[in-house]
């Protein structure tokens, strides 16, 4: 069908008014790229080992690997690769490997090891960190860094983080508090799920508040302030994980990946991973009519049926909703995720298993307080007190303005 003159210049003027009001994109450079300018000043005369993945690359693409192996002055010793592998491909355990193009050895920290040994540190005189983060705390590299600055403390080692931008934000804080002496490796620091945080502020703040007095470098990020998000840094998306293919996935996740230790797909082995929630027992349309009525600004809501080929429910076809971000500013994922809970154990109280919604909330009070039934906003109430310390504590490790 062929538009109007009038349709085709009211559509032109639009697109013109929403290009005028769409915010600049920000001149941003990774760490990497930083350091690269600076021709790896910091790392002179060093024997590095370097904690990265698929993600650790320059805004043109090459991999961190490849430039400090051919930086002057600079001897690449070991590789170090996080959960899901050096290449960012694999969902199971990880073990060691020879690195294809530098031959040097990869020592997996998600298989035997979580940390590195004073065996893979043999010649390591620096730490060098580079990994895509996604700003919340149970996705787990973050605890890979953490326990980097654990063992570079036990054996002297001096640790570089290059640091990149946090995909959600730099700003919204949400969700609660871990429970104290529930340490794991999802939850690794005393940290609400959505932290607000790049990996160099967050090993700033790992180094000071545990005391660990490591020899600690930050190569910021130039150019990024702490309301950008992902979209607007100009910086190439690559998937951090192998579910993790959209920024808004990423968004989501810090509430609706909370429901994947239920029995609910939350899209793995679908095109949506994090994007889309089902089950056999799941009428679309009654959930997306619930979840409708609550309050949840920015998000909207499309009964979809869909056969995971993976995960929970693999093989089976399930009702369910995918969840739509129509307005990235008020999207608040920590909300999204305990409503999509409240939903569904009024929808399907004898269906919804939530014996293990605990393992990556990480609070027992809230836990407690999803089952009995309790209104979202009473359970965030509940925990605001702690999130006002923890963002009293966050304000002496951040690093970028707002």
């Not at 790392?43 to 930086?71: C, E, F, Q, S, Y």
């Not at 060691?96 to 040097?104: C, P």
């Not at 409240?342 to 393992?359: G, M, S």
């Amino acid at each position: 069908m062929r538009l109007s003159l009038a349709a085709l210049l009211l559509a032109s003027l639009l697109v013109a008014i929403s290009l005028a009001d769409a915010p600049p994109r920000s001149a941003v450079q990774a760490g990497i790229d930083v350091l690269a300018a600076e021709k790896f000043a910091r790392l002179k005369g060093r024997a590095v080992g370097l904690v990265t993945n698929h993600t650790g690359r320059a805004a043109d693409g090459t991999p961190t690997i490849d430039l400090l192996a051919n930086a002057d002055g600079v001897k690449l010793v070991a590789l170090f690769s996080p959960e899901h592998g050096i290449r960012g491909e694999l969902d199971e355990k990880v073990g060691d490997s020879v690195d294809a193009k530098t031959k040097l050895p990869v020592y997996s920290l998600y298989g035997t090891r979580r940390k590195p040994t004073a065996e893979t540190l043999k010649g390591v005189d620096t730490l060098v960190y580079d990994i895509q983060d996604i700003g919340c705390r149970f996705y787990t590299y973050i605890s890979t860094l953490g326990l980097v600055l654990e063992a570079a403390k036990e054996h002297g080692v001096r640790v570089v983080v290059l640091d990149r931008p946090n995909p959600i934000g730099g700003t919204a804080v949400e969700g609660p508090v871990r429970d104290a002496g529930r340490g794991s490796f999802v939850a690794w620091h005393d940290l609400p799920v959505r932290h607000g945080m790049t990996v160099g502020e967050l090993a700033g703040m790992f180094n000071s508040e545990l005391r660990l007095g490591v020899d600690l470098d930050v190569v910021k990020v130039a150019g990024w302030k702490r309301g950008d998000t992902f979209d607007r840094t100009g910086l190439p998306w690559r998937n951090p994980s192998p579910n993790m293919r959209h920024l808004t996935a990423a968004l989501l996740y810090p509430g609706v990946g909370l429901l994947e230790t239920t029995n609910v797909s939350v899209g793995r082995g679908t095109e949506r991973p994090f994007e889309w929630v089902g089950a056999p027992w799941i009428d679309g349309r009654r959930l997306a009519a619930e979840l409708s009525r609550r309050d949840l600004p920015g998000m909207s809501f499309v009964p979809v049926t869909r056969t995971p080929t993976s995960s929970v429910h693999q093989g089976k076809e399930c009702g369910g909703v995918d969840l739509i971000a129509s307005d990235w500013s008020s999207v608040r994922p920590l909300r999204l995720g305990l409503e999509l809970a409240a939903a569904l154990r009024t929808l399907h109280p004898k269906e919804w298993d939530t014996k293990n919604f605990d393992r990556l909330l990480v609070h027992k009070a809230t836990f407690d307080g999803v089952v009995a039934g309790t209104a979202t906003s009473d359970l965030e109430k509940a925990w605001q007190a702690d999130l006002d310390a923890f963002s009293k504590r966050r304000a002496a490790a951040l690093l970028y303005p707002e």
